[in-house]
T-cell receptor, first 113, second 112 residues
Framework: RKEVEQDPGPFNVPEGATVAFNCTYSNSASQSFFWYRQDCRKEPKLLMS???SGNEDGRFTAQLNRASQYISLLIRDSKLSDSATYLCVVNSDPAGTASKLTFGTGTRLQVTL | DVKVTQSSRYLVKRTGEKVFLECVQDMDHENMFWYRQDPGLGLRLIYF???????EKGDIPEGYSVSREKKERFSLILESASTNQTSMYLC???????????FGPGTRLTVT
């Protein structure tokens, strides 16, 4: 089983729609969780962290479910500019070192007119 | 703004050649990383470095080595390139907030 699993998509949604992605992780000792965004042929960039209490940043909401070992990303009122691949990232090292960042393969979102 | 630059965007090399990929960051970050990204496999960590002259193996170090002689520069070396090393190579750096990794634009390496 992969350490971090994501549905590769693509998710094709119209502008204005709400879309949600899930990501499951296998290591119950995982400490920290993040979403990165990667535009086509570009480098990944940190989108947001995921806290136990949930985290909202404008149209984006990230949530963590430790019991079921998944994190989610919800995008409301989708824009064309949201089209990208969203990478789920998990840190499984109790010491919190970057060496244990595990990246998912990403979920591709395509927002259309 | 943090800037991470990589020496080449595209590179074509022959099997058996020695290949150097260079990465430079301008924000005085302690930590630097080399990943490769392949379809269906995501980003995989090759090597990382916490300080000058320090290096640690990541998940897939076989066939690679690294060098960090100066804080701002982290080089990835393919001692004898093979076709299965054809990939996108991404360098990243970070400071205290280890999870906020700043990536370079990537080098697409093709080994023929």
């Amino acid at each position: 089983r992969k350490e971090v699993e994501q549905d590769p998509g693509p998710f094709n949604v119209p502008e204005g729609a709400t879309v949600a992605f899930n990501c499951t992780y296998s290591n119950s000792a995982s400490q920290s969780f993040f979403w990165y965004r990667q535009d086509c042929r570009k480098e990944p960039k940190l989108l947001m962290s995921v806290y136990s209490s949930g985290n909202e940043d404008g149209r984006f909401t990230a949530q963590l479910n430790r019991a079921s070992q998944y994190i989610s990303l919800l995008i409301r009122d989708s824009k064309l500019s949201d089209s990208a691949t969203y990478l789920c990232v998990v840190n499984s090292d109790p010491a919190g070192t970057a060496s244990k960042l595990t990246f998912g393969t990403g979920t591709r979102l395509q927002v259309t007119l | 703004d943090v800037k991470v630059t990589q020496s080449s965007r595209y590179l074509v090399k022959r099997t058996g050649e020695k290949v150097f990929l260079e990465c430079v960051q301008d924000m005085d970050h302690e930590n630097m990383f080399w990943y490769r990204q392949d379809p269906g496999l995501g980003l995989r960590l090759i090597y990382f470095s916490y300080d000058v002259k320090m290096k640690e193996k990541g998940d897939i170090p076989e066939g690679y080595s690294v060098s960090r002689e100066k804080k701002e520069r982290f080089s990835l070396i393919l001692e004898s390139a093979s076709t299965n090393q054809t990939s996108m190579y991404l360098c990243a750096s970070t400071s205290g907030r280890f999870y906020e990794q700043y990536f370079g634009p990537g080098t697409r390496l093709t080994v023929t």
